[in-house]
């Protein structure tokens, strides 16, 4: 215990002491935290019947064609076959919302369908039918580029970068400190990934169930002793966008698995 | 809930060893584990796993709260006749769930 | 690695607890298995039986990323006739709560004695996998495996 202390005090310190100023890594140096992951986790990202995530997008395969609300839709009526309709949507999300003047992530998406076009109850944050949903609709994508090149969103981007970059909590670190200078160190027995969010929603094996991004920055920002932003809050749909424009170009690997 | 997903090969040749692959939402509570407040979380996990092949017991686990959470397994078996995979999953609280697969033996 | 002893500072503390509580927090119940409850276990499925090394091939990853999820390959040399085949495969563990982690029962018709299975690690351990023949002898494998401490666990 006291050596994996110096350890951390180590690591932490040397980000804490480090340049101020963070530089974007280089877009040829970026890379998916799937090249990081030991072999068997690999194979379990790679092979659909391993993958613990196909449960979800199986279920959110199932929700896709249940009615649901008053007005008695389901999503399927509206968009049909999902590999086409929804192909490539994950890759672009968040995207502009004109009503909200902002970005929205899927999640807010799937949930404003259901308010205004089915006329159901929103899907509350982590549930299994919103991860469900997530899931399914990003697996549409797998393969292709994430793309972040809406003009509209451009501000908000850069709120997503200040919250990105801005040191928060009790030991007054930042995202920037460890994702941007210090990826590919260690910090205890981990890899320091570059934290692109590929494969959202995936499969913790930490949490041994699926979660969301914003499951996974609260999760940091609680290690960061700070006080997480809540789910849906303008904050974390800000630096889900920063994070997928910081991405632009990497490859879609929903649903991913990751330690 | 989710249901089981189970891979098996549509097609094999007589005689030959061929894997099957299962896998199913469970969330495998060990037991061993407590709330925040100090209550022990009660045990909660599948402790039976099998595969019949045309009705003939070809595979049997026992699970213990060792095992993940989703258990995933796989095995091989050796093609005998065209037919129908059947496979359980037993646990505690009452769990039982059950897949089936056809299999075309050439 | 350096270690101070000097007085912490305020820094430090609050480092610690950021440490602290990023290492995982479930407790295990003060049942832990040991190295004789491994044994006893074995027992349990061996009687008085000799159990031989060899024959068994146990394929885990040396370095664990997550003991939640631990992927876990047996494999038996074997010809898996009517007349020569595995029976049972038996894997134990000798830091989890309980020693056993899986048993499972084969027959002649698997025709490739090979399973694989995802399991948990409470700790760096060593884990033992045996396999039961036709002919009542019984053989096995073990493997050292380090859990290392995940950095960025959740803290409910």
Redesign the interface.
């Known amino acids: 215990m006291k050596r994996f202390h110096a350890l951390m005090c180590a690591v932490v310190l040397a980000a804490v002491a480090g340049p101020a100023g963070s530089a974007d890594i280089p877009l040829d140096q970026r890379r998916s935290g799937y090249a990081d992951l030991g072999r068997d986790t690999k194979a379990m990202q790679d092979d659909d019947t391993s993958n613990p995530a196909s449960l979800g997008v199986q279920d959110g395969e199932a929700l896709w064609s249940q009615k649901a609300g008053t007005a008695g839709k389901a999503c399927a009526e509206c968009h049909g076959d999902a590999a086409a309709s929804m192909k490539g949507v994950a890759a672009r999300y968040p995207a502009f919302s004109p009503a909200r003047k902002g970005p929205i992530d899927l999640e807010q998406r799937i949930n404003l369908c259901r308010t205004e076009n089915q006329k159901a109850e929103p899907l509350a944050f982590e549930s299994r039918e919103l991860l469900a949903l997530t899931a399914y609709i990003g697996r549409q994508s797998r393969g292709m580029p994430i793309v972040q090149s809406d003009a509209r969103l451009t501000s908000a981007i850069d709120a997503g970068r200040k919250l990105f970059t801005q040191r928060i909590g009790q030991i007054s670190l930042s995202c920037a400190q460890c994702h941007d200078d210090n990826w590919g160190k260690q910090l205890a027995s981990s890899l320091v990934p570059q934290g692109h969010p590929t494969g959202y929603p995936i499969y913790r094996l930490e949490w041994q169930s699926l979660g969301s991004l914003q499951r996974r920055l609260r999760n940091c920002m609680i290690g960061m002793r700070a006080e997480p932003y809540a789910y849906g809050a303008p904050e974390s749909v800000e630096l889900e966008l920063y994070l997928m424009w910081r991405a632009r170009g990497l490859t879609v690997e929903t649903p991913g698995v990751r330690p | 809930m989710a249901r089981p997903l189970v891979n098996v090969p549509a097609k094999v040749k007589r005689g030959q060893a061929f894997e099957i692959k299962t896998l199913i939402s469970h969330i495998m509570e060990t037991g061993f584990r407590y709330t925040t407040t100090g209550e022990r979380i009660p045990r909660d996990i599948i402790t039976f796993f099998s595969c019949s092949y045309n009705g003939e017991e070809i595979f049997r686990a026992d699970l213990y709260p060792a095992i993940s959470a989703n258990p995933f397994f796989t095995f091989f078996t050796t093609a005998t006749e065209s037919g129908t995979l059947e496979f359980k999953w037993t646990g505690d609280n009452g769990f039982a769930e059950t897949a089936t697969a056809k299999i075309t033996v050439e | 690695?350096?270690?101070?002893n000097q007085g912490s500072t305020r820094?430090?503390i609050?480092?610690?607890?950021?440490?602290?509580?990023?290492?995982a927090t479930?407790?295990?119940?003060d049942?832990a298995a040991t190295p004789e409850a491994m044994r006893s276990a074995i027992r349990q499925i061996v009687g008085t039986a000799q159990v031989r090394k060899g024959r068994v091939d146990l394929d885990v990853?040396p370095?664990v990323?997550?003991g939640?999820?631990?992927?876990l390959v047996v494999s038996v040399d074997s010809p898996?006739t009517k007349t020569d085949y595995v029976k049972s495969i038996h894997v134990f563990?000798e830091k989890?709560?309980?020693p056993?982690?899986?048993?499972?029962?084969?027959?002649p018709?698997?025709?490739?004695?090979?399973?694989?299975?995802?399991?948990?690690l409470a700790d760096t351990q060593v884990i033992t996998a045996i396999a039961e023949m036709s002919d009542g002898t019984f053989w096995s494998a073990s493997a050292e495996m380090i859990v290392?401490?995940?950095?960025?666990?959740?803290?409910?």
Not at chain 3, 14 to 23: C, F, P, R
Not at chain 3, 26 to 29: A, K
């Open positions: 690695m350096k270690q101070r820094r430090e609050l480092i610690g607890s950021l440490a602290g509580g990023l290492v479930f407790r295990i119940s049942v990853p370095l990323e997550n939640n999820t631990v992927s898996m563990n989890n709560p309980q056993n982690v899986i048993g499972v029962h084969l027959g018709r698997a025709g490739k004695a090979k399973i694989a299975t995802r399991f948990r290392t401490m995940a950095a960025c666990v959740e803290v409910l």
